[in-house]
């Protein structure tokens, strides 16, 4: 079926990817080990690899958007969309754990499961924005169930330090000044997070560069009742289509998650990638992607085909088929996605295929992927008004 080619080519095999729930994961360093790390790990500036980059060749964050729209009834038709010409905006994706690999930690090759993920996740945002992508040395799938934590906390330094390098490089070569929508799932979340944390949340001059940041899969956390506190100091949530310098997260399900699930409770699962061990006093941050404002609101998940028989495009929208809001029960807070199609509606179905600890965590971006671009979009135009 459709989602489940989506499933496996872009985020790895279901057995791969149920060694990350684990989570046996010490992501915080000792200050000792974060100098080490940081000498060991870091790439120099002009060893930067680029999986995309504007005007680069086969750059797969400018693939065609071309999409064959299915809707209940089944019938067809065709969307159309072209990356935006000379846009005022950069995006800075970071891949989700991708790599199988045999080693610890990645190298800087370009390969095809970065290059998928890559597609899926990143290149419908080059309707608004130059899509930057670094490779790094992100931890891979092979190691984790048998990685201690020390070992652990040595592979997540030296993916960020290589990640960190990059982002030097980028600002100090490329970026120009320009706005910047960050973008990150899963691994690259945590990633994306620590990036944010130590180099955006803190500096003025950068978090006023900062047009929004799509963080899935993370555990971004907030002071309980408030929205901002916990995993970033100024750094907001979203909380309606006219505002910047903000983020938009959370992590799918079908249901309430269980109470030892990966995502959506502080201080466990994903949130130790990053570092983020606190539990009192914090919850995890839900912004509803179709309502920004809260309440409940239509999807637009858009799913790369990858070649799907009777669907040429590389693209498939299925509308009117998920809803969601944002709920909170006990300690846990998610992204309520439910199926409103009818029996009749033979459209693939998302499903829960690594389980309830997992949720839809791998469709987080795509379930969404519509309603994140637009979003970006109305934020970008609040951005100009707001700067010009």
């Keep these: 079926m459709l989602l489940d080619d989506y499933r496996v080519a872009v985020l790895g095999s279901s057995r791969m990817r149920k060694r990350i729930g684990s ?67 950069d995006c800075f994706y970071i891949y989700p754990t991708v790599s199988s690999e045999t080693s610890a930690n990645a190298d800087l090759r370009i ?3 970065e290059q998928d993920a890559a597609e899926a996740q990143a290149s419908r945002f ?19 169930v048998v990685s201690s934590p020390a070992a652990t906390a040595k592979q997540e330094g030296i993916a960020y330090a290589s990640l960190l390098a990059a982002w030097q490089d980028y600002l100090a070569h490329d970026n120009d000044g320009r706005p910047i929508i960050f973008l990150g799932h899963s691994q690259g979340a945590a990633m994306l997070i620590r990036l944010l944390a130590s180099q955006v949340d803190r500096n003025a001059t950068l978090r006023s560069r900062m047009v929004s940041a799509i963080i899935l899969g993370g555990n971004v956390t907030v002071a309980t009742g408030r929205t901002v506190g916990g995993t970033f100091a100024n750094i907001p949530a979203c909380t309606s289509a006219t505002q910047t310098g903000c983020v938009i997260a959370y992590s799918s399900f079908p249901t309430k998650p269980p109470s030892d699930g ?25 912004v509803n992607p179709a309502s920004l404002a809260g309440g409940s609101g239509a999807l637009q998940p858009y799913f790369p085909t990858s070649g799907t028989t009777g669907v040429s495009t590389p693209w498939v929208l299925f509308p009117s088929l998920y809803t969601a809001s944002c709920e909170h029960s006990g300690d846990e807070t998610w ?20 389980g309830p600890l997992w949720g839809y965590h791998t469709y987080d971006v795509n379930i969404a992927l519509g309603n994140l671009v637009a979003d970006v979009g109305d934020e970008e135009s609040a951005y100009l008004r707001a700067h010009h």
């Design 23 to 89: 989570f046996a994961l010490v992501a915080a360093l000792a200050a000792g080990a974060l100098l080490i790390l940081g000498v060991a790990g870091a790439s120099s500036a002009s060893s930067t690899v680029w999986l995309c980059r504007p005007g680069a060749s086969a750059d797969p964050c400018a693939a065609s958007l071309t999409t064959t729209v299915i809707t209940a009834s089944g019938a067809r038709t065709t969307q159309t969309a072209t990356d935006a010409s000379n846009p005022k905006f």
């Design 111 to 113: 390969q095809p499961a």
């Design 126 to 144: 080059s309707q608004l924005c130059r899509v930057w992508a670094p490779m790094d040395r992100q931890k891979t799938l092979s190691p984790l």
């Design 262 to 286: 990966l995502f959506g409770i502080p201080g466990q699962g994903v949130s130790i990638q990053s570092g983020q061990r606190a539990t009192n006093g914090v919850s995890v941050l839900c």
């Design 335 to 354: 992204l309520q996605v439910n199926d409103i199609g009818s029996k009749s509606d033979k459209r693939p179905r998302i499903t829960e295929a690594d």
